[in-house]
Structures are given as structure tokens and as C-alpha cells.
């Protein structure tokens, strides 16, 4: 179980898929993991600290989608369609309260739509049926300087205040 069920892309090719593990390794992952832990919110499975949260994190993709040279790059709709039924049973799996999905591609999948100004999304409830929604802007975008990495720290001590007072 887990409070906040967090959905990235794919892994990284200088992070989780060299590690097993989302978001850890790579500046996106370095990032997020400074994120979670300055917001109170842990994604170790055996978290023994019981005034934090605890995340569950995974991607659309579980493989790292490269380009002809190596590097990363979107994955293609088909393979987000093969993964689909990977994150559904994780989404069935997991008891969650809420899910993150991280950036726009992310958040369309989980919405099943397109967005728009995806910005103007970031850090916004948003409820479909039983499911709450807050997408936020992917840590890749902060580490490109197109968002402030303190104010994206801020965002994640949101949520987190949110989630606490949304559970109680």
C-alpha cells in the first residue's frame, strides 16, 4: 500500500535502467528522490517511519524506450499500449489515495485525454469517478531550468501536507 502512487515515463538510460528502480540514479531521479525526502514522503517498501508517507513509483513504460544513438526518447503510443496492462494491475494492486502522474504524456495516459497547457495542470486536483489525480510536472523539465527547482520542491511539500490532510 501506499499513499501517493507516482507514474513516470520510462526509465532512464543512466538511471533505472541501469538500476531496476524509477527515478534514482539520473539528475531526473536525483531530483525526485530530494523531492520526496524533504516532503516527507518515502518510497522504500519497509518504511518503518511512521509520520511519513509512503509512495509507490512506476512508469508507463517499463523499458527504456532509445533512439539510433543511444539516448532516450518518448516511447511510441504501441508501447505505452503494450505496457498498459502492467500499470493497470499495478493500479489494481496497490491501494493508493491518490495518483501523480509525472508530465504530460504520463497524464494523458492516466487520463486517458489530451492536455493542454499542461502547466497550467501542475499540482491540481483533479477527480475521475473514485480516482484523484494531481499531475506534476516531470523532474526533467525542472532540470532543463524550464520550472523553479525551489518552487518544485514547495509543490511536493503540497502535496504532501494535502495527502496528510486528505487521509486522516
Not at 55 to 75: F, H, I, M, S
Not at 86 to 99: A, Q, T, Y
Not at 133 to 153: D, E, M, N
Request: net charge positive; charged share 25%; with cysteine.
Amino acid at each position: 500500500d501506499a499513499s501517493i502512487f507516482f507514474v513516470g515515463l520510462a526509465p532512464g538510460r543512466l538511471g533505472a535502467d541501469s538500476t531496476g528502480i524509477p527515478f534514482t540514479q539520473d539528475s531526473s531521479g536525483k531530483l525526485f528522490q530530494l523531492a520526496l525526502s524533504s516532503s516527507g514522503i518515502n518510497m522504500e517498501p519497509n518504511n518503518l517511519m511512521h509520520n511519513e508517507l509512503r509512495a509507490y513509483v512506476t512508469n508507463l513504460v517499463k523499458c527504456n524506450p532509445k533512439d539510433d544513438k543511444g539516448n532516450n526518447r518518448y516511447p511510441s503510443k504501441s508501447e505505452i499500449d503494450n505496457c498498459r496492462e502492467f500499470l493497470k494491475c499495478e493500479m489494481n494492486l496497490i491501494h493508493f489515495d491518490v495518483i501523480v502522474p509525472l508530465g504530460k504524456h504520463a497524464t494523458e495516459a492516466i487520463l486517458n485525454q489530451k492536455c493542454s497547457k499542461f502547466t497550467l495542470m501542475h499540482n491540481k486536483l483533479i477527480k475521475i469517478k473514485e480516482l484523484r489525480c494531481i499531475p506534476f510536472i516531470h523532474p526533467s523539465y525542472v532540470i532543463r531550468g524550464a520550472y523553479p527547482q525551489k518552487q518544485y520542491l514547495e509543490d511536493f511539500k503540497a502535496l504532501s501536507d494535502w495527502v496528510l490532510k486528505e487521509t486522516k
